[in-house]
């Protein structure tokens, strides 16, 4: 019984790190064309790319916080709350300004702010159960490439 409540929990937390991806799904289909005619920086990967790296670093982050809010009766899990609910809040909101509204000046500064944030989010996770903290260096790897290739975006399209 202990196993299937473990995999529930573990299964709860996957999904809700997916949840961030759900409001530019529609956003990214319907500006394709858009997105296909900007000018892109050097290592720029493939579309197929952002697919696979989006859910697997979700993935991290949901197993991440499976670890931590396992022992949420401790304090430092507690303190993993917030920065863990901004950090999804923050993620949701970037799809939808740069594909959604063509912005990519403000979802360049949103991606910083999400950089500062997912730095505490890492801290805080550490805190409460070192693998959860080291789980989230390719989610920030990541948020440091993307902020690269929105910058490009951004600066060779203005």
């Not at 500006?31 to 920086?41: G, S, V």
Request: glycine share 6%; net charge positive.
């Amino acid at each position: 019984m202990k196993t299937v409540k473990t995999f529930a929990t573990l299964l709860f937390w996957l999904l809700i790190c997916q949840l961030p991806g759900l409001p530019g799904a529609t956003a990214v289909s319907r500006n394709l064309d858009w997105y296909r005619a900007l000018n892109f920086p050097p290592f720029t990967p493939p579309d197929a790319v952002f697919g696979l790296a989006w859910p697997l670093l979700y993935g991290l982050l949901g197993i991440g916080a499976f670890l931590v809010f396992r022992n949420l009766s401790t304090k430092p899990a507690q303190c993993a709350l917030l920065p863990f609910w901004i950090q999804l809040t923050l993620n949701a909101c970037w799809t939808p300004l740069f594909f959604g509204l063509h912005l990519p000046g403000t979802a360049l500064a949103l991606l910083a702010a999400m950089v500062l944030q997912a730095l505490w989010l890492a801290e805080s996770f550490w805190r409460a159960n070192r693998a959860a903290g080291v789980l989230l260096i390719p989610y920030i790897l990541w948020l440091l490439y993307a902020g690269y290739l929105n910058a490009g975006v951004w600066l060779l399209n203005r």
